[in-house]
């Protein structure tokens, strides 16, 4: 016999799990106090101040998600937190900073550019959360906004004494405008997640890394200022690079040329 039916008040509810991952998310929570630290500093005019905020944030953004997969405390809390810490310091936080320091001048057309700033990042963000294990772990598609985020940031590092005419600020346009073009673009970025840290590597990698911290300490301006936008370049280099190796993968070796050379004579002479 069937059974009377059950009332949507005695069916089991789902129960969400309380607490969380302590040490991924104090990672994510640092990343969200370097964007409101960033935009505070920046809304006083301590440019030199608020942009390194920004560097430190894609720091700690690059820990939490490590720190969470190497201890196995990945959590949906820990990846919608994450999320929104981003939007904060690589989206909000970059856009007020650029915005007061270069292009106030502009009036409604700086604010406009740096409301583009926001939309790309957002827009960055909730594409990476959808397509999260379906693209090739070993690239981003689009510039992540972290590495974006740093490009105008490093830009205000070296120089923080801005621009107050409209002539100079209208370069700050394409400062602005091309990394959050290639945010939102399909071009696709060297990703450093399956680097592993375990592996054993030679000794020449220990060497590279500490000629980087010597020229971050020597020169931190134009070291970090050459890591952004070298990065932000090399997606095109290796565009670049692929397409030449494929031109050269499909021109014909020069004994494939002497055999087509033959064959075409050898049907000259039937004929």
Same mark, same amino acid.
């Given at each position: 016999m069937l059974g009377p039916h059950r009332r949507h008040t005695d069916v089991p509810q789902r129960r969400f799990r309380r607490g969380v991952?302590?040490?991924?998310?104090?990672?994510?929570?640092?990343?969200?106090?370097?964007?409101?630290?960033?935009?505070?500093?920046?809304?006083?005019?301590e440019y030199a101040v608020a942009a390194p905020f920004v560097?430190?944030?894609?720091?700690?953004?690059?820990?939490?998600?490590?720190?969470?997969?190497?201890?196995?405390?990945t959590s949906e809390f820990g990846l919608?937190?994450?999320s929104l810490a981003d939007i904060v310091s690589f989206g909000i936080a970059p856009a007020i900073l650029t915005f007061s320091w270069g292009l106030t001048s502009l009036?409604?057309?700086?604010?406009?550019?740096?409301f583009v700033w926001v939309t790309a990042a957002a827009m960055r963000l909730a594409r990476f959360n959808i397509q999260a294990g379906s693209v090739d772990k070993r690239y981003f598609v689009g510039m992540p906004s972290p590495a974006a985020a740093t490009v105008p940031a490093s830009t205000i590092f070296a120089y923080p004494s801005g621009f107050?005419?409209?002539?100079? *600020?209208? @370069?700050? #346009? &394409?400062l602005v405008l091309v990394p959050a073009f290639l945010m939102v673009s399909t071009i696709k970025f060297r990703s450093f997640k399956t680097f592993d840290l375990q592996a054993r590597r030679s000794y020449t990698v220990l060497l590279v890394i500490a000629l980087l911290i010597a020229f971050?300490? *020597?020169? @931190?301006? #134009? &070291?970090?200022?050459?890591?952004?936008?070298?990065?932000?370049?090399?997606?095109?280099v290796e565009m670049i690079m692929a397409r030449w190796h494929h031109g050269k993968a499909e021109m014909p070796q020069p004994q494939n040329v002497y055999a087509i050379r033959k064959t075409e004579e050898r049907i000259t002479n039937n004929e």
């Open positions: 991952y302590l040490l991924p998310s104090l990672m994510t929570l640092g990343n969200l106090f370097c964007g409101y630290a960033c935009v505070i500093y920046a809304m006083r005019g560097g430190i944030a894609m720091v700690l953004d690059t820990l939490d998600g490590r720190i969470a997969r190497l201890t196995g405390t919608q937190f994450d009036g409604n057309w700086g604010w406009a550019v740096g107050q005419e409209p002539i100079g *600020a209208i @370069p700050v #346009l &394409a971050v300490s *020597a020169h @931190p301006a #134009l &070291a970090l200022v050459t890591l952004s936008y070298g990065y932000m370049s090399s997606a095109f």
